[in-house]
């Protein structure tokens, strides 16, 4: 499968459990994996209002990703904040093969 990104496994399927953000490294980068039923999001796992990690006060729920620290919370399809769309998170794209999951780490996608 060719597409142009630069594809790294992280994980099989299974390790990402539904309804929950899952943090990993790649590239000396940590992103937050986010699986709403079989619907995969990656994004930096860092909240942009305080730093908090996602993957630790993160959950997921009808396409939005709600830090748990003060509520902020996020579209995961573009990457908006749900009430300043002006704030987002970076996303990076994901995508199963079999029952691998990848992560394009040729750089961020945009916002929107």
Not at 18 to 28: A, F, L, Q, S
Not at 44 to 60: I, K, M, N, T
Not at 77 to 97: D, L
Request: aromatic share 8%.
């Amino acid at each position: 499968m060719t597409d142009g990104g630069d594809w790294r496994p992280v994980g099989r399927l299974e390790a990402f459990p539904d309804g929950r953000v899952t943090g990993i490294e790649v590239d000396g980068r940590r992103l937050a994996i986010c699986r709403e039923g079989d619907r995969l999001f990656a994004v930096v796992d860092q909240c942009p209002h305080r730093g908090a990690p996602f993957s630790e006060l993160g959950h997921v729920r009808d396409g939005r990703l709600t830090c748990e620290w003060h509520y902020w919370q996020f579209d995961l399809a573009s990457g908006t904040h749900c009430q300043v769309p002006s704030i987002c998170v970076e996303r990076w794209r994901v995508r199963v093969v079999g029952d691998a999951v990848e992560v394009d780490v040729s750089g961020p996608m945009p916002p929107g």
